[in-house]
T-cell receptor
Framework: AQSVTQPDIHITVSEGASLELRCNYSYGATPYLFWYVQSPGQGLQLLLKYFSGDTLVQGIKGFEAEFKRSQSSFNLRKPSVHWSDAAEYFCAVGENTGNQFYFGTGTSLTVIP | DGGITQSPKYLFRKEGQNVTLSCEQNLNHDAMYWYRQDPGQGLRLIYYSQIVNDFQKGDIAEGYSVSREKKESFPLTVTSAQKNPTAFYLC?????????????FGPGTRLLVL
């Protein structure tokens, strides 16, 4: 079965520090890759997505993600975290074979002053 | 403003009761989705609809039912057959059903069992 893994359940960073959230997927071909953010009690908002082409993707709010085929990863990064970035982050994968869409279990980000 | 609205924000269900969650979108999207979110788990697909009067079961459809009589509306009914309904329910829509399509989410409804 296809799967999406976010190995870090919870991450804490200081404001101004850099951030990297990990996402790994199991799928043979190149999937469609997404990162969403969810503020407490709210719906999800798309940060960025990758389908093909340049493996470094820029998103909203200063986020970027890099697709690494050899590692089956699509990690989310931000050079300098702001307090408002505290939220839950979900990686999602769409795969062609079964026309299915899968979400990871999420990483909760806490930002400390 | 275009977007997706869900109501109510909180919903309480008694034993043996059916409850209906509302989802409305004014984005003119063809495809709509219902997801269930539990703590520590990713989103799980309950039902989706690609077009009016058509809908398909997702991964966890048992105990739920939907209808799609209008393009902008996709209500979800949690029936008494759903034995563990306490969760956060998210409705989403996309222009079309497709893996490349960005899904836009509503603010969610939290369902609690009395």
């Amino acid at each position: 079965a296809q799967s999406v893994t976010q190995p870090d359940i919870h991450i804490t960073v200081s404001e101004g520090a850099s951030l990297e959230l990990r996402c790994n997927y199991s799928y043979g071909a190149t999937p469609y890759l997404f990162w969403y953010v969810q503020s407490p009690g709210q719906g999800l908002q798309l940060l960025l997505k990758y389908f093909s082409g340049d493996t470094l993707v820029q998103g909203i709010k200063g986020f970027e993600a890099e697709f690494k085929r050899s590692q089956s990863s699509f990690n989310l990064r931000k050079p300098s975290v702001h307090w408002s970035d505290a939220a839950e982050y979900f990686c999602a994968v769409g795969e062609n074979t079964g026309n299915q869409f899968y979400f990871g279990t999420g990483t909760s980000l806490t930002v400390i002053p | 403003d275009g977007g997706i609205t869900q109501s109510p924000k909180y919903l309480f269900r008694k034993e043996g009761q059916n409850v209906t969650l509302s989802c409305e979108q004014n984005l003119n999207h063809d495809a709509m989705y219902w997801y269930r979110q539990d703590p520590g788990q990713g989103l799980r697909l309950i039902y989706y609809s690609q077009i009016v009067n058509d809908f398909q079961k997702g991964d966890i459809a048992e105990g739920y039912s939907v209808s799609r009589e209008k393009k902008e509306s996709f209500p979800l009914t949690v029936t008494s057959a759903q034995k563990n309904p306490t969760a956060f329910y998210l409705c989403a829509s996309s222009s079309h059903r497709g893996l490349q399509e960005t899904q836009y989410f509503g603010p969610g409804t939290r369902l609690l069992v009395l």
